[in-house]
């Protein structure tokens, strides 16, 4: 089993920052690739960035989210950021961690999510 804590969500205005963490502990496995994910009240889950063990990172190709979000990882910590820079209010949603172990088992966990709110 893995678990997945994430932190760092909460209110921010628009144009400011925000640094999100997801700490994985358990059995991870040696390939796995983490990502973010978000959910804004009324839409389906879409995809935020995600990034692989070896530290390959992609970020959704949306005008949206590029140049604005970096995901990074520190594998001594078994630590997830997602960096937000200029947020927006469409940016608003709860956002979750999700890990996809691939080896030596597969397994799809998920952290129970933290709240970003960009508003004035």
């Known amino acids: 089993q893995v678990q997945l804590v994430e932190s760092g969500g909460g209110l921010v205005q628009p144009g400011g920052s925000l640094r999100l963490s997801c700490t994985a502990s358990?059995?991870?496995?040696?390939?796995?690739?983490t990502g973010w994910y978000r959910q804004a009240p009324g839409k389906q889950r879409e995809l935020v960035a995600t990034?692989?063990?070896?530290?390959?990172?992609?970020?959704n190709d949306a005008d949206s989210m590029q140049g604005r979000f970096t995901i990074t990882r520190d594998s001594a910590k078994n630590t997830v950021y997602l960096q937000m820079n200029r947020l927006e209010p469409e940016d608003t949603a709860v956002y979750y961690c999700?890990?996809?172990?691939?080896?030596?088992?597969?397994?799809?966990?998920w952290g129970q999510g933290t709240q970003v709110t960009v508003s004035s």
């Open positions: 999700n890990l996809r172990s691939l080896l030596p088992t597969r397994g799809d966990y």
């Open positions: 358990g059995s991870i496995g040696s390939v796995y690739v």
């Open positions: 990034i692989t063990s070896v530290g390959v990172g992609i970020i």
